[in-house]
């Protein structure tokens, strides 16, 4: 097999996360051109389908499901739903991420604590668990998507660091777990990307000018920097890679 055949997805599908947007939807898209059906989820329906509409344009056969991470029902409607539309499930990527509290553990209220982690950390271990017999049935591979703060905890996030690491311990417990039924899980730690998430950083032209001087690369990365990683992740290029923790953040944590 040439090598970059390895890379090609064709007849696998795909679900990903938070998706209408950012990270999400750049590894959607790339998951898309290299092949796979992709099962986009995020809470907005409208935009879900704006997104649809532009992976159909581009040939990426996609569906939109709306989900809520945090929200068991919607994990299990996700899941079902796919099945039904594609008949198998090959691809998970967790991308679903919150942060409602900006600054330190001690000015976190609890009811900010529960939503960070229901969509952080519980929401990536229901649908990976409730799509394990999919996956056990495919070889499938699970991307979790954590974050610099996980390994280098941010004072400006505190809890969310935490919820971050927390995924980081669950994907290289899931991959022990996991290896000896074939499936992999893996994850991918940003550093600093410009997302909507991430906006309460960048659009202060201050701080923006702070965190892009501690970064070796002297800039913030874009969405799409992120796929291919993920590409990789997903593929039968990485068969031998599980309970990775794949750092993109510009040398920022060398």
């Excluded at 947007?21 to 092949?35: T, Y």
């Excluded at 989900?67 to 079902?80: F, T, V």
């Excluded at 499938?140 to 004072?155: C, H, K, L, W, Y």
Aim: proline share 2%; net charge neutral.
């Amino acid at each position: 097999m040439h090598i970059l055949d390895r890379f090609r997805l064709d007849g696998k599908v795909a679900i990903v996360t938070g998706a209408s947007k950012g990270i999400g939807k750049e590894i959607a898209r790339a998951l898309g051109q290299a092949g796979a059906k992709v099962v986009i989820s995020s809470r907005k329906q409208d935009t879900l389908l704006e997104v649809v509409k532009e992976f159909n344009e581009e040939g990426i056969d996609s569906m939109a499901v709306e989900a809520h991470s945090g929200k068991q029902d919607d994990i299990q409607e996700l899941l079902d739903s796919t099945i039904l539309q594609y008949g198998r499930l090959d691809i998970v990527v967790n991308n679903a991420a919150t942060n409602p509290a900006f600054g330190s553990t001690s000015q976190t209220d609890m009811g900010a604590f529960d939503k960070i982690f229901e969509v952080n950390l519980k929401g990536a271990f229901e649908l990976s668990r409730k799509a394990l017999p999919e996956l056990r049935k495919t070889k499938g591979s699970v991307i979790n998507i954590s974050s610099i703060a996980g390994i280098r905890p941010d004072e400006r996030m505190g809890i969310y660091s935490v919820s971050k690491a927390a995924l980081i311990s669950l994907t290289q417990t899931l991959a022990k777990e996991w290896a000896g039924i074939g499936v992999r899980v893996n994850a991918i730690c940003p550093g600093f990307v410009k997302t909507k998430l991430s906006e309460a950083l960048w659009s202060n032209d201050q701080l923006h000018k702070h965190i892009v001087g501690m970064i070796p690369m002297h800039r913030m990365a874009e969405p799409e920097e992120m796929a291919g990683l993920a590409l990789f992740l997903a593929s039968e290029a990485s068969s031998y890679c599980t309970g990775g923790v794949y750092v993109a953040d510009g040398g920022l944590i060398i």
